[in-house]
């Protein structure tokens, strides 16, 4: 692989990031919600996800995905449901909860990680991605394929740990600074809560539209 190569996936893969999404708003959730260990807990479930994304593309789920849109459509419908149901939670949750509730720190960033995995897997634009995206920079016949697709999904790791794991700290501070200021801290970080989960739903409704769209296609 080339330098030119790997710089244009990096490129590519940056600006994918920097959108704002499901993923960028799951990791901020649980980063107002739980604190900083929380918000890395759904990123590592992000990477998680993203990797799998990777593998099963490879493997040729893209192409099952593609020749089926029954499925696509059913994985879109499963989706915003999920995200939906995620942003309710969000919505109804208060910025005292996640200290007063005494569930252990170990089962938060388990549902955080596992939650994060399964929102990403729940989206079948991501297998189409690497179905489109492969092709054009894994190259069989240069030999070393394993090393290829290891070096993508490091690119791919590291630009969401930079970018998520910082707007993870950022969320986390934030939360931090806001529950240590009062009644107005705590208003402040609820409405937060609420426009993460606005976020989420908004997301949700989008993604049930494709599945309409993807439907009567």
């Given amino acids: 692989m080339t330098p030119a ?6 490129a590519l893969v940056l600006g994918i990031v920097l959108i704002p999404g499901m993923d960028m708003a799951f ?38 995905l593609k020749a089926l849109p029954g499925a696509f459509t059913a994985m879109l419908v499963a989706g915003a449901l999920y995200l939906a149901w995620l942003g309710w939670g969000l919505m109804r949750a208060e910025p005292t909860s996640t200290a007063a509730t005494g569930t252990p720190q170990a089962g938060r960033t388990r549902s ?11 989206n079948p634009k991501a297998y189409l991605f690497s179905l489109a995206v492969l ?15 290891g070096v993508i999904a490091l690119i791919t790791a ?22 240590g200021s009062g009644a107005a801290g705590l208003r ?21 539209w494709q599945a309409w769209v993807q439907a009567a296609a």
């Fill in 5 to 10: 190569e790997l710089s244009l996936y990096f």
């Fill in 135 to 149: 092709p054009q920079f894994v190259h069989p016949e240069r030999g070393g394929l394993v090393l290829q697709l």
């Fill in 112 to 122: 955080a990680f596992f939650g994060a995995m399964l929102t990403n897997l729940l």
């Fill in 27 to 64: 990791v901020v959730g649980h980063s107002l919600t739980g604190g900083l260990r929380a918000g890395l807990a759904a990123l590592g479930g992000v990477v998680a996800g993203a990797l799998c994304h990777l593998t099963m593309g490879a493997m040729g789920l893209a192409l099952v």
């Fill in 188 to 208: 402040r970080q609820r409405l937060l809560l609420r426009g993460v989960g606005l976020l989420l739903w908004v997301t949700a409704i989008y993604t049930g």
């Fill in 158 to 179: 590291a630009t969401q740990i930079a970018i998520y794991g910082g707007l993870a700290w950022v969320a986390a501070g934030g939360r931090g600074r806001m529950a």
